[in-house]
């Protein structure tokens, strides 16, 4: 069965629509979104534009704001300070991958950790690590909302995560062990990633390979969610080769349109969760 | 082959002697800790006391400040506070648990972050969980410090974590990954815990139960850390079954005498870190 993260995402764009209508209701305030995008890079462009769509979609004030990719690292902080100042942002984001001259960790936590929508900001990953309520970045709370959504059994099951980016793999690791399955966070220095992998209920892939997770690699039965973007040739393709593996797991999600969509309806959540601390407070 | 904490404890302490010397020397400053006590938990006046004894032996000036077990939050902070803006001071620690009253998170999220020797303000666990540099959790610390000191090779190999909480199984399951071994997390959710502890080459164990881990739950030739401090009787016993269990592995810490004292030994370890970050600035 797919894990339909497209339609789930649609499904949600009701819910987050009805809420931004009351949240203006109620506090008399557009909830806003401001997307700082540095440089000319393609994919980033397409995902800048879809966060925006999604947040006319939904009615969030949506704006991407275009730097140059020769920014300097203090003008950048400025824009980003003054946008931490600006009353009327909720939440701000930077996306990444910074140019390599930006030292990424350090403007990431220039953005006020009350603004931050990617839980990227050192605190809100603290308060992730230590199981405080806090925002969680986009794509591992969009494969928890998927999984549960679909009421996938995460309790006492076995999930394997296939990467350890701060991004991805480690926060979704620890938001699997939060719902109480049992981990483990396997990378390029395991020995024999089949093993650990082949025995997982719910295998998670987030490593930038296309096909890097083949049938052999998987338990029959298991719920396969593939992280992975990969544009090979004209095409997106995930981590997981789906043609190979969507007849032996119950659940796969599609690339594109399986936590891509939910990724971007994580993020609009993000963005509506700093909203209401900020007003309930 | 027993990993012998207190030995390497010992010789840490002339390694830390030596550079408290050079340190006062070079910046004329005495690094010190505040140990702060609430109530009259025996347990816990047995640990503030070896802290402060640690201190003597180091010469780093360690001072225990008893309060009383049913002072307000408020007070608590306000000593906090003070111990925050007294620039003689290079450490505190808040001697946990503390009464059911006190918040224990907001409370440890007074100390300053740069004053915070145990790791558990929730910016230094975000730096923990996204790997910058800082302050770690000094019984995590503790133990890879004496995996390290007998060449455990680390990396490619599979690390088991029995237990979750903040202070020792998350950050330990993090140092491991750090260290590119490959981690499970197992906890009380946990279906079936030896399926994972018996493929463990290291396995660490922090569930506070006498003898949980038994015999047939451990790998041959493995490499057995027990974090566990347990009172049975008048004696102290960890969570893993040692007599059964130092046979069949090939490394082991005793309780008491292996990972305790390598927590006081990464304790002063890591009030020298703040105090060298806080003179070199």
């Known amino acids: 069965m797919i894990l339909d993260g497209k339609g789930l995402a649609k499904q949600n764009e009701i819910t987050l629509k009805n809420r931004v209508i009351e949240l ?42 275009r730097l140059p990719s020769d ?17 009327a942002v909720d939440g701000i984001l930077i996306q990444l991958p910074l140019p390599k001259h930006i030292n990424e960790t350090f403007v990431l936590n220039k953005v006020s950790p009350s603004k931050d929508v990617d839980g990227l900001h050192t605190i809100n990953a603290g308060k992730l690590f230590t199981k405080q309520p806090g925002v969680v ?63 997982a209920d719910i295998l998670c892939v987030a490593v930038g390979k296309p096909n890097f997770i083949t049938k052999d690699m998987v338990k029959p039965g298991s719920v396969v969610v ?29 690339v594109p349109g399986g936590v891509g969509p939910m990724t971007i309806s994580a993020l609009l959540f993000n963005v509506l969760f700093q909203y209401e601390v900020k007003y309930h407070d």
């Open 137 to 199: 970045p986009a794509t591992p709370l969009g494969v928890i909302m998927l999984l549960k959504h679909y009421q996938i059994p995460l309790e006492g099951k076995y999930a394997v995560v296939v990467g350890r980016s701060n991004l991805v793999g480690m926060p979704l690791a620890k938001l699997l062990n939060d719902a109480d399955a049992t981990v483990t966070v396997v990378h390029r220095k395991t020995e024999d990633i089949t093993r650990f992998t082949k025995e």
């Open 24 to 65: 203006k209701k109620k506090f008399g305030i557009t909830p806003s979104l401001r997307v700082i995008l540095v440089g000319e890079s393609p994919a980033s462009i397409a995902y800048v534009n879809s966060k925006k769509k999604a947040c006319d979609r939904v009615g969030i004030d949506g704006e991407i704001i």
């Open 226 to 254: 593939d992280v992975g973007i990969n544009r090979v040739g004209e095409s997106l393709v995930g981590d997981v080769d789906f043609e190979e593996i969507k007849d032996i797991a119950s659940y796969i999600t599609p």
């Open 71 to 87: 920014i300097s690292e203090e003008v950048l902080i400025d824009k980003i300070e003054s946008l931490n100042h600006d009353d």
